[in-house]
């Protein structure tokens, strides 16, 4: 296994070494942009400069044709919002805290996903970080629902007398297909 990792780095440093060879070469003929190079003849540019001039001919021309592999980033469902000025009471942060799961509620039911886990993050303006996780039974994208969760973990909620929130954070963290049954 080795041995055949160490050929293929060599086989691509050998590869480079030709295209940097072949550059070198036209640029000694004048040939500085792609425009100048795809103007070239690319019969006479094989005969010349052999097989690896007549790829990257090709694909100057757009005459290659190279497979891209399809990466779909992974969906992130996130708020956040920075206070200006230091909340020392919950009724700031539960009011963002509702519109924050409105707009979720928005971006999830419009790609047919519910919420199943729920993260909630509070920066404190001491730097400290508060940070729950709260796991749905019951996927589910009813705001109402989802705020009551929130509101009253946020109750029973207590912090040092010093501590102010200065950033939060709402996040879906884990969204699930809705199943949709018809009766």
């Not at 540019?45 to 592999?69: D, F, I, T």
Request: proline share 3%; hydrophobic share 40%.
């Amino acid at each position: 296994m080795e041995r055949s990792d160490s050929s293929n780095s060599s086989a691509a440093r050998d590869r480079r070494s030709e295209i940097h060879q072949i550059l070198a070469i036209l640029h000694k003929w004048g040939i500085h942009t792609l425009g100048q190079f795809a103007a070239l003849d690319r019969e006479q540019l094989g005969a010349r400069l052999g097989p690896e001039a007549v790829r990257m001919w090709e694909r100057a021309n757009g005459q290659s044709n190279r497979v891209l592999k399809l990466i779909r980033p992974p969906e992130s469902f996130e708020e956040s919002f920075e206070f200006e000025n230091e909340i020392e009471t919950a009724e700031p942060l539960l009011f963002m805290l509702r519109r924050f799961l409105e707009q979720l509620a928005v971006q999830l039911s419009g790609i047919y996903l519910v919420t199943k886990e729920l993260t909630l993050r509070i920066t404190f303006t001491n730097k400290q970080i508060y940070e729950r996780i709260f796991k749905i039974p019951q996927p589910t994208n009813n705001v109402d629902l989802l705020f009551r969760m929130l509101h009253t973990h946020l109750e029973n909620f207590k912090s040092g007398a010093s501590d102010r929130c200065g950033r939060i954070e709402c996040a879906a963290d884990q969204a699930c297909e809705r199943t949709i049954r018809i009766i």
